[in-house]
């Protein structure tokens, strides 16, 4: 569902704590960017126990059926403390134009890129504009698989041309061009996630981060742990 729909009032109901599966090997042969959920801890119940601390954190029959309500009075009046104690996590595979993007959310949210530095890519992945026309596809797609073979190639010959193969692999980096996808491992608190969805999940942002915020609002809001909240932040703190 969209930022931008409209939401429908539903009963209250104590979601789950979700852990991902272990997935099988992804098909890269589309060149798009991927989103996997793999981990949420914390729920709408959460939010509530942090913002009544001042009193007690106990949840009786009473309190849960205010939840929602308290829910939604925290985000209209931007009160955010209570939103900071849980967990999301995501495994992205995206362009290094994404990546770089996502760095700049660095305050809040945890990173981790799988490093080229130490090993060698396991995969060639390489992302590929949707609405570019086919021509232009496929140039790109060769001008990138032109690249891998020099990264390759280079990292293949180090000894001949002089070099540790340490160095050899920092060097082969430079080859390979912002369309290279890397593995992410993203971890937002419900805040850290909110604002990220505020910035990214633009009509001002990027076409390739929008879809990318989409994807993890669509995961996220799917396993229903933070449906009061989505909704809260839907009515007033949406993106434009």
Known sequence: MSLDNEIE?????????VVAEETPAEEMDDH???????????????????AWTSSTIELTKERRERVPALVHTLLREQHWSPFEHNLISFRIIASNSVQIQMLKHRIGVSYNVESARYRTYREDKTYIPEDLCEEWKGLLLSA?????????????????????????????KFFLPMSTQVEMFVTFNLRSFFHFQKLRNSRHAQKEIRKVAQKMWNLVEDAGNFRHAMEAFTLYCKAD
Not at 10 to 17: F, M, T, V
């Open 9 to 17: 009032a539903e009963s209250y109901s104590e979601p789950q704590q």
């Open 32 to 50: 798009q960017d991927k989103v996997e959920l793999l981990y949420i801890d914390g729920n709408d119940e959460r939010i509530a126990q942090a």
């Open 144 to 172: 990138t698989e032109s690249c891998w073979k020099l990264y390759h190639r280079l990292i293949d010959d180090h000894e001949e041309l002089g070099l540790e193969k340490s160095r050899a692999k920092e060097i082969a």
